[in-house]
């Protein structure tokens, strides 16, 4: 909900109003919101991997497992942003705006219907 006020430097006086989110501004929070998320996990994929390989290197031991589990979950990762950017651009193509309507046909002006339901 967005709350919507007088302007002014006075504080809190006059009349307030409780608006409801507009669906386009909902959607693009939440897109934004999932963009920052993502982009999050994959700068910790990306620190987690080399840093996993360095500390394998130096102690060894399980830690070569630990880093074979990074690299993995960064590999899997990118492939699902990939297949995300997919279904994206996919939904995209498909979806088109309907075409404007013209004004209503008056009762003079509609054709009847022939059989098979052609006009």
């Known amino acids: 909900?967005?709350?919507?006020?007088?302007?002014?430097?006075?504080?809190?006086r006059g009349r307030w109003m409780m608006m409801p989110d507009r669906e386009d501004r909902r959607a693009a929070q939440t897109r934004r919101a999932v963009q920052e998320r993502r982009r999050k996990a994959l700068m910790f994929l990306v620190a987690a991997a080399p840093l996993t390989l360095l500390l394998a290197g130096w102690l060894g031991g399980g830690l070569w497992l630990v880093n074979i589990v990074a690299d993995l979950s960064l590999g899997l990762f990118l492939i699902s942003l990939r297949e995300a950017k997919?279904?994206?651009d996919e939904q995209f193509a498909k979806v088109r705006p309907l075409a404007r309507r013209g004004?209503?046909?008056?009762?003079?002006?509609?054709?009847?219907?022939?059989?098979?339901?052609?006009?």
């Open 86 to 88: 997919h279904r994206r």
């Open 103 to 119: 004004p209503p046909l008056t009762h003079d002006q509609r054709q009847p219907l022939r059989a098979g339901g052609r006009r």
């Open 1 to 12: 909900m967005e709350i919507i006020g007088p302007t002014g430097t006075r504080g809190l």
